[in-house]
């Protein structure tokens, strides 16, 4: 048994102004059901959407996790620069060096992401949304492989990655230390291909900690990872 990634989801005070953002820089449609919430289609062989669910809560450090986009060419980089940027978007300062060949910037609710120069072999065939990328333990990188039933494609100096086996967006986690909780973040939604109760007791004897059911969503399991961020099992679909 495992469970299926069926969105990755954003905190957002405004869901329908952030997922017009999103559509508009990923040239992405909006999903015919309201996924509790606003939900686009990724077009990505991961299979997974984009959700934004309401939340009152605020950004109170740099996200956990982020979008790295890739690019075919320098001037296809510069266009998805400029194209986020008409959008809403900023740029963002994370810490990176003036030299940095990636352009980092945050979309108009602050969640950073990165455009990625091009000729990132290690994104190569994933798409346009490349990798979501976490900060994150080496341990939480092997929970989410098992989680997902998605293999580890790297696992080198506590740094890992998983893909699914259709290939698509790639999942990464850097090694510690761990950047305190953002507050508001993005999240992995999960549905399982059987039992909701079961599933949620697999994950939970795989090491994640059971948080109770979500407000508001009838049916949906709060869980934490082992690195404590939290995603919803939601009820099979």
Avoid at 29 to 42: I, P
Avoid at 107 to 126: K, M, R, S, T, Y
Avoid at 142 to 164: H, I, M, N
Wanted: charged fraction near 25%; aromatic fraction near 6%.
């Amino acid at each position: 048994m495992t469970s299926r990634l069926v969105a990755i989801s954003f905190d957002a005070h405004e869901p329908e102004r952030l997922a017009r953002f999103w559509a508009g820089l990923l040239d992405l449609e909006k999903a015919d059901d309201s996924y509790d919430g606003v939900a686009l289609m990724s077009g990505n062989d991961a299979g997974y959407r984009l959700g934004f669910r309401p939340t009152r809560v605020r950004k109170a450090a740099q996200n956990r996790l982020h979008f790295d986009l890739t690019s075919s060419s320098l001037e296809d980089q510069q266009e998805t620069v400029a194209r986020a940027l008409d959008l809403g978007a900023r740029h963002a300062d994370v810490g990176q060096g003036p030299d940095e060949a990636h352009v980092v910037l945050a979309d108009p609710e602050g969640n950073e992401f990165c455009v990625i120069e091009p000729g990132n072999n290690f994104l190569a065939g994933c798409g346009f949304i490349g990798a979501l990328a976490c900060d994150g333990s080496q341990a939480v990188g092997c929970f989410w492989s098992r989680a997902l039933g998605w293999p580890l494609v790297w696992d080198q100096d506590e740094e890992t990655a998983v893909q699914s086996p259709d290939g698509g967006t790639k999942i990464t986690w850097g090694g510690p230390p761990l950047m305190p909780d953002p507050g508001k973040d993005l999240h992995l939604d999960l549905a399982p291909d059987d039992d909701q109760q079961a599933e949620v007791e697999r994950l939970l004897s795989l090491g994640a900690k059971r948080l109770g059911d979500a407000p508001g969503e009838p049916g949906t399991v709060l869980l934490a990872d082992p690195d404590g961020n939290t995603f919803r099992v939601l009820t099979r679909r």
